[in-house]
Each structure stands twice: as C-alpha cells, then as structure tokens.
C-alpha cells in the first residue's frame, strides 16, 4: 500500500492542506477501502449487493435514455 504524504510550507493555510490531503485518501480509495474492511460481510452477501447495485445502475442509465429518445 502506498503512502501519502503532503509537503508544505509556512505560507501553506492548513484548511487547504486538509483538503488535499482529503481529495489524495479518495483518490487513493483509502476510505473505500477502510469502510469494506470494517466489518466482515459474507459473500453471498457481498454478491447480492453487487447484484443489486448493478441493477439499480441499469435501471438508471435505462430511464435516462427513454427520456433522451423521446425528443
């Protein structure tokens, strides 16, 4: 795993470089990472979740795309 490190000087506000270091932990999906590892899920659950959010994603993508092919 990679480290991330922000170097910055005395000009540097602290505010900004919170938010760098916030945007770099996404970029890097350290919280993603943290939160599926936070509690054990079975797999069968793991599946079914995957199943439904594929779902709910071609639902979407399926109702944005009649909207568009009326005009």
């Known amino acids: ?10 000009r540097f506000p602290a505010e900004k470089a919170i938010k760098k270091f916030k945007r ?3 970029a890097y999906g350290i919280v993603k990472e943290y939160r599926a590892r936070s509690e054990y899920k ?3 659950v793991k599946m079914k979740e ?4 594929a779902d709910k994603r071609r639902r979407k993508t399926d109702v944005r795309g009649r909207t568009r092919s009326k005009y």
């Open 1 to 10: 795993m990679s480290t991330i490190s922000i170097t910055i000087d005395d």
């Open 42 to 44: 079975k797999p069968s």
């Open 50 to 53: 995957k199943l439904e959010n």
């Open 24 to 26: 770099l932990c996404d």
